[in-house]
């Protein structure tokens, strides 16, 4: 029997859709944000459908090497990645961009479909924690890369 899994959170974060896709959709940058991430064997950039990427994941049981698959990219709309595990059933990832007046909605839904066993309310709530963590973290590198690009000294540099 097979239990699916779902979490869906959001920021609002201050800068185009743009600069929140290229940042988040480079695997390189997970492991600023992401508690969980440690190594990434991508090229430096963010990746388009088809192409594949190598995280190395630190969970509770320990390593995890999860190979992604990105199944979706429609910059700067939309991104969507797989990774098959044989702990969890295949990890389905997707961020959507959302442009708010001069911000971006930064929407993160992640699903587990074919989950063997149902989520406790503890990991429930772990996902949850490290989901805002995550999400504040993106915000800050964002935001503070947007606003040196759009600086007058780096303008002058």
């Not at 939309?78 to 990890?91: E, S």
Request: proline fraction near 6%.
């Amino acid at each position: 029997m097979s239990n699916s899994f779902e979490r869906r959170h959001d920021i609002l974060i201050e800068a185009p859709p743009e600069a929140v896709y290229d940042y988040v959709c480079n695997p390189n940058s997970w492991p600023e944000w992401l508690a969980a991430s440690h190594r990434i064997d991508s090229a430096d950039r963010a990746l388009g459908t088809g192409e594949t990427f190598r995280e190395q994941w630190h969970i509770r049981r320990g390593e995890v090497v999860l190979d992604w698959k990105v199944l979706e990219s429609d910059r700067p709309n939309a991104w969507t990645v797989q990774a098959d595990t044989d702990f969890i059933g295949p990890i389905v990832v997707r961020y959507t961009f959302e442009r708010v007046g001069d911000a971006t909605r930064y929407t993160r839904h992640l699903r587990n479909p074919r989950r063997p066993t149902a989520a406790s309310a503890e990991q429930i709530q772990r996902v949850d924690d490290e989901a805002q963590i995550g999400l504040g973290n993106i915000k800050r590198q964002v935001e503070q890369r947007w606003a040196a690009r759009r600086s007058p000294q780096s303008a002058g540099q």
